[in-house]
Nanobody, 126 residues
C-alpha cells in the first residue's frame, strides 16, 4: 500500500492562488502515475489533472487548463498542484490519487486509480 497525504488547502479570495501538495509514503513513488480530483458538495468527483510517472505527460480538465499546473518531485515523493486565478467554482475538496501502470500516461478517470488521499479543502470566496 501507498499512503497519500494532501496539504495546502485553505480559504482564498477569487483571483488568488494556492499550491497543494501530496506526499506519498514508500520508495517507489516514481513508479506511479498521479492525479488530482475534486468533489464539491452534492456533485460527483471530477478530474482535475494528472501526470505520468516520469512527469513528461500532463493532462488537465478544460475548466482548469491554463490556470493550474501539476508537477512532481520524485526525489521527495511529492506531487504538486499550483492553482492560479482561482474562481468560486473551484471550491471543493481536492484529492490526490496514485496508480501503478505500465502505460504511464496519467489516467483521467477515478476508477483507474488505486490509492487515494483523504483530501484537503479549498474554498474560494467572492
Amino acid at each position: 500500500q501507498v499512503q497519500l497525504v494532501e496539504s495546502g488547502g485553505g480559504l482564498v479570495q477569487a483571483g488568488g492562488s494556492l499550491r497543494l501538495s501530496c506526499a506519498a509514503s514508500g520508495r517507489t513513488f516514481s513508479n506511479y502515475d498521479m492525479g488530482w480530483f475534486r468533489q464539491a458538495p452534492g456533485k460527483e468527483r471530477e478530474f482535475v489533472s494528472s501526470i505520468s510517472r516520469s512527469g513528461t505527460v500532463r493532462s488537465y480538465s478544460d475548466s482548469v487548463k491554463g490556470r493550474f499546473t501539476i508537477s512532481r518531485d520524485n526525489a521527495k515523493n511529492t506531487v504538486y498542484l499550483q492553482m492560479n486565478s482561482l474562481k468560486s467554482e473551484d471550491t471543493a475538496i481536492y484529492y490526490c490519487a496514485a496508480v501503478q501502470t505500465p502505460a504511464g500516461l496519467g489516467p483521467t478517470r477515478p476508477g483507474q486509480y488505486n490509492y487515494w488521499g483523504q483530501g484537503t479543502q479549498v474554498t474560494v470566496s467572492s
